[in-house]
């Protein structure tokens, strides 16, 4: 399985597919959102959005979300915008 996303600039929604390219699910739905990468342990996947900042173009956070796309909580609040999350030690 794998995350990724798909759609237009400022309308990017996060999904998982199969290794045929098949959308198993949409996990986000508006928010502008990028950069999915799966937790250590692949419960959780860590992205950036701009859910609560749209269209601001310094208003992107890093937010967390489980694999069926429960549990979304923002992890950071800055002036600035936070790309490209990894999860690491």
Do not use: H
Not at 22 to 38: K, W
Not at 52 to 69: S, V
């Amino acid at each position: 399985m794998l995350a990724t996303y798909q759609g237009t600039t400022w309308n990017r929604e996060l999904i998982l597919i199969d290794l045929n390219g098949e959308v198993l699910l949409q996990l986000t739905a508006g928010g502008n959102n990028l950069a999915p990468n799966f937790s250590p342990y692949g419960g959780w996947l860590v992205f950036t959005s701009y859910k609560d900042n749209y269209r601001n173009p310094d208003g992107c956070e890093i937010y967390i979300m489980r694999l069926d796309g429960s549990e979304t909580r923002r992890l950071t609040q800055n002036d600035y915008c936070d790309w490209q999350p990894n999860w690491g030690p």
